[in-house]
C-alpha cells in the first residue's frame, strides 16, 4: 500500500470520534483516558489477523448452510469471575452444546465465546435511584463497579486496562484448554462428570456414549484422530467502548488492512447501531467479520442499508446479522427482513439471539427469561427461514457453566420463589449449564430437520 494510501486508512480510523456515539461513559478525567488509550495502544494483540479471516471463512460457510454458529457467554463478564474454574466450566458448556449438535446435525459448529472481552454494557438508562440516592447505572467491569456507592460508579478509564488485562488472560487460558487436550473430543465423556443426576445430563451421556462407539468403528477402519485433539474457539464481545476498540485497532503487516485486535469477532448492539453513528463508522474499517444486532423495529431498509455500509464488496461470512426480535413478535417480523436483504441478494449470515427480546420482571422482583419462551423463539427462527428457503446458520446466547438460577423453567423446573437462589448475574439472566445443554438437543433436532 503506498504511503498516501495507508495515510488515508489511518485519518479513516479516527472518522468515529467526530460522529454522535450512543452509550458512551462519562469519563470524569480526560487526561487519564488519554494515558490509558496510550497505554493500550502499545499492548500486544490479542487475536491475530490470521484467525479473523480464517473465521470469515467460517461464517461464510454457516451463512451457506455448511456449518452452524455457536456464540455464547455470559452477558457481561466480571473481573471477580475470569478464574480459571469459571472459565473452564463456560468453555465446557460451550464444547458439551457443540458436541451435541455436531453430533444430531453431522455439521461443523463453529465455537465462540462472549468471553475475553464482554466487560461493558449498553443500558436502558444513564441513571438509577435507590432509597432516595441516584447515581450512575452499572455499565460493565470496563467503566464502573457494580457496587452501590458514588465512588464504585464513577466511571474510571483505569478499568480500560483492567479489561485488557483480565481478556489477555482469559483468552490465554482458552487457548490452553482447546489447544492442550482438554477439548479432545475423546474427552467427550470427562466433560459430563459430576453431573448425571438429572435428565439433560443422562440424556449427554447417551450421546458421549454413542460418539465414543462411533470413533472407535472409525479407530478400527484406521482413522488418525490426531486432528481431534485440538479445536478452533474464537472470542466475541459487543464493540461499545470506542476508546478501547479504536486503541485495539493496528494495521496488520501483511495486507496493511486495519484489524480489531481486541477479538476475533465484534457485533454492534441494538442500541448502538445507527447508520450515520460513531459505531457503524469504526467497524465499517476493520476487517475482521462483525455482527450486528436487530431487534423488531427494524425495517428491511434499515438492514439493506446496513449491509450496504458495512458490507460494501458484499464478502461473504463478513457480516452477521444476530436478530432479537421476540418469540411474539419473530414470525411476524423476521421475514420481511430476510426477504428485503435476499431480494437484493446481500451475503449475510442469520443468526438467532432468543435471549433480549424476552426479558421480563419477575413478580419477586428478578430481571428474567423464561426457558420455553427462549426456545419458542429458536424455533421461530428456523421456521421462518424454512419458509422462505434461507439459512438459519446459528445461536446467540447468554450462557454459564454454572448452576446458577436466572432464567425459569427447564427440566429442573425452576420457578420464581426458586431465582433468590443463586442469581449471581450483574446484567442479564443466563442459560445455566443444565439448561444450555437442553436447548442444544433441542436445536440438533431443528438442524436434523433442516
Ligand atoms: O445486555 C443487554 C443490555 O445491556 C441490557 O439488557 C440492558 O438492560 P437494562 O434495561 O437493565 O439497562
Ligand atoms: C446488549 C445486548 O444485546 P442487544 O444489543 O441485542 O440489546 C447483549 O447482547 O448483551
Ligand atoms: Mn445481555
Sequence with gaps: ??????????????QWRALEAQQQPSWPDSDVLQEVTGELRTRPPLVFAGEADKLTAQLAAAGRGEAFLLQGGDCAETFA???????????RTILQMAA???YGASMPVIKMGRMAGQYAKPRSSGMETRDGLTLPVYRGDAVNGHAYTEESRTPDPRRLLEAYHRSATTINLIRAFTGGGFADLREVHQWNRGFMANPAYARYEELAAEIDRAMRFMRACGVDFEALRTTDFFTSHEALLLDYESSMTRIDSRSGRPYNTSAHFLWIGERTRQLEGAHVDLLSRVS?????????????????A????LNPENT?????????MGAGRIREVLPQLVEGIHAEGCE?????DPMHGNTFTSESGYKTRDFATVINEVHGFFEVHQSLGTVPGGLHVELTGDDVTEVLGGAEEVDDAALARRYETLVDPRL????????AFDVSEMLRRR
Design 100 to 102: 451435541v449438535l455436531t
Design 1 to 14: 500500500m503506498s504511503i498516501e494510501a495507508s495515510s488515508k486508512v489511518l485519518a479513516g480510523l479516527q
Design 81 to 91: 469471575e475470569s478464574d480459571a474454574d469459571r472459565i473452564r466450566n463456560k468453555i
Design 348 to 352: 449475510v449470515t442469520w443468526v438467532c
Design 316 to 324: 461473504p461470512g463478513r457480516l452477521t446479522f444476530v436478530t432479537r
Design 288 to 304: 475482521n467479520p462483525i455482527g450486528v444486532k436487530l431487534g423488531p423495529g427494524t425495517s428491511a431498509a434499515d438492514a439493506l
Design 432 to 439: 445455566n449449564h443444565q439448561q444450555s445443554l437442553e436447548m
Design 306 to 309: 446496513l449491509a450496504e455500509r
